[in-house]
């Protein structure tokens, strides 16, 4: 308690650091680890927030995946960034589309000048919001060696590592456990397998970023709550991390359930009118509507009526102008009953909506 009512050290509360790196050892053995840092962060977007104010000068280019997490744009966008958007598939980003994505400029280029080239490259490699799917070792591996060619420093936002559906020696390999050159910053978060409200993350990458990093909460919010630190700390005592894997198991078990639920009632009410690549992970499903262009009105101004409340597929793009057949729904926390209802309210505003456009 004395501890959780006090002022801490910015970095984060010393025992939850010490086992954050141990944990971070264990799962991702970073090549070089004695050149990598860890810091505590209020959630992992205080810490992505932070990199990318760090690194980012107004009008730069930004290498990122389409569609992209809303909240990375909204931090980005008062930069006026030039997005260098790679599209994605059901895989994820795809190496091929990031090298012709970065074929206006050499790689020497990029190496050498310091201005008007990209510099970072941010992708959500697991469980990817919005789309749910993962990218695959060997395409993982191909975007680090791009990257290493062009000089680009990886943002690896990684909330959905521990809600994968499989077992945790069968998942890819991060970016931070192939990160042989010091060009990968890694951020993970308990909000998905502890708590949203506790706002904890961490930070792990090469020490002079992560540093500079720490600088910055010292002059913002000094640290992250001492409170949810001291109490993930002790859960980490009481548990082990042993005790923290399997913790986390049975939270994927809990959304895997919800998937297979909202799979079932797609199938059932979304067959022939929409598309989508089964979750491999975390909360969402991606779906396409092909006969509709644009969503945003769709669901922003009739879905409500219909007892439906999605994110019209626009809201995750780099250029929201440009029309988008996309939405994205969440089974998190709705009941098997409700998706049934949901999606079945969902059919019908669709077919309401090609009617609408015959007319």
């Known amino acids: 308690?004395?501890?959780?009512?006090?002022?801490?050290?910015?970095?984060?509360?010393?025992?939850?650091?010490?086992?954050?790196?141990?944990?971070?050892?264990?799962?991702?053995?970073?090549?070089?680890?004695?050149?990598?840092?860890?810091?505590?962060?209020?959630?992992?977007?205080?810490?992505?927030?932070?990199?990318?104010?760090?690194?980012?000068?107004?009008?730069?280019?930004?290498?990122?995946?389409?569609?992209?997490?809303?909240?990375?744009?909204?931090?980005?966008?008062p930069f006026e960034p030039r997005y260098v958007a790679v599209k994605c598939d059901h895989?994820?980003?795809?190496?091929?589309?990031?090298?012709?994505?970065?074929?206006?400029?050499?790689?020497?280029?990029?190496?050498?000048?310091k201005t008007g080239v990209p510099k970072v490259l941010y992708i959500n490699p697991n469980a990817c919001n919005p789309t749910g799917v993962s990218v695959g070792e060997?395409?993982?591996?191909?975007?680090?060696?791009?990257?290493?060619?062009?000089?680009?420093?990886?943002?690896?936002?990684?909330?959905?590592?521990?809600?994968?559906?499989?077992?945790?020696?069968?998942?890819?390999p991060s970016f931070l456990s192939m990160d042989t050159e010091g060009r990968v910053l890694r951020f993970d978060s308990f909000s998905k397998v502890l708590s949203s409200g506790l706002r904890l993350g961490y930070v792990t990458g090469p020490k002079p970023l992560v540093e500079r990093i720490v600088l910055h909460k010292q002059v913002s919010i000094l640290h992250a709550s001492s409170m949810s630190q001291v109490l993930i700390s002790e859960l980490?005592?009481?548990?082990g991390e042993d005790g923290f894997l399997k913790?986390?198991?049975?939270?994927?078990?809990?959304?895997?359930?919800?998937?297979?639920a909202m799979l079932e009632a797609a199938e059932k009410h979304l067959t022939g009118l929409c598309e989508w690549a089964v979750p491999t992970g975390g909360m969402f499903l991606w779906l396409k509507v092909p006969g509709?262009?644009?969503?945003?009105?769709?669901?922003?101004?009739?879905?409500?009526?219909?007892?439906?409340?999605?994110?019209?597929?626009?809201?995750?793009?780099?250029?929201?102008?440009?029309?988008c057949s996309y939405m994205r729904a969440a089974f998190s926390i709705v009941t098997p009953e409700k998706m049934e209802k949901g999606l079945k309210n969902l059919s019908d505003l669709i077919r309401e909506e090609l009617e609408l456009q015959k007319a």
């Open 91 to 113: 895989e994820g980003m795809n190496p091929k589309a990031l090298k012709e994505a970065l074929s206006q400029w050499k790689p020497e280029e990029i190496r050498d000048v």
């Open 247 to 260: 913790h986390t198991e049975a939270v994927q078990e809990f959304y895997l359930k919800q998937r297979e």
């Open 138 to 172: 060997k395409r993982r591996r191909e975007i680090y060696d791009i990257a290493s060619e062009y000089n680009l420093i990886i943002l690896e936002d990684d909330p959905y590592y521990f809600v994968q559906f499989g077992n945790l020696k069968d998942f890819p």
């Open 236 to 239: 980490f005592e009481m548990w």
């Open 292 to 323: 509709v262009s644009e969503t945003w009105e769709m669901i922003l101004n009739r879905a409500l009526k219909k007892d439906v409340i999605l994110v019209p597929g626009r809201a995750f793009m780099c250029d929201p102008t440009t029309p």
């Open 1 to 77: 308690m004395t501890d959780c009512l006090q002022y801490g050290p910015t970095a984060g509360y010393p025992p939850l650091v010490k086992k954050l790196k141990s944990l971070t050892e264990r799962l991702h053995a970073p090549p070089r680890w004695a050149d990598t840092d860890l810091i505590v962060t209020a959630g992992s977007q205080d810490g992505l927030c932070k990199a990318l104010e760090m690194m980012i000068e107004p009008g730069d280019f930004v290498v990122t995946q389409e569609p992209c997490y809303t909240g990375t744009l909204s931090i980005l966008n």
